[in-house]
């Protein structure tokens, strides 16, 4: 999540390349992620940050269901990843399937 003083800075989109980068990186095809399907600002802003859709899962007593995913090879930031270089390694492991 994005704090408020982050919003609007291009943060987000530096965070979703690398994230794609590092799922590209580990040879997945895709980066997927999910949200709860009735936080609908959400899915609007990954939309237009390339995610389409995947499915919407209904679950009895949960709200999360939205998947939603991206190209690994797709960026939308014009600042470089390098920012992200000295998270750990762990942190971008990958565990999506392709």
Not at 43 to 57: D, E, H, K
Request: proline share 4%; with cysteine; glycine share 12%.
């Amino acid at each position: 999540m994005i704090g408020p003083q982050g919003r609007g800075t291009g943060l987000g989109d530096v965070l979703l390349d690398w994230a794609c980068s590092r799922a590209a990186e580990y040879g997945k095809r895709w980066l997927r992620l999910d949200c709860w399907r009735t936080n609908t600002r959400l899915q609007a802003y990954y939309a237009r940050r390339g995610f389409t859709l995947v499915r919407t899962v209904t679950v009895p007593g949960h709200d999360s269901g939205a998947l939603m995913q991206r190209p690994a090879t797709m960026r939308m930031s014009d600042t470089s990843i390098t920012l992200l270089a000295g998270l750990p390694d762990d942190v971008g492991r990958c565990s999506a399937r392709a």
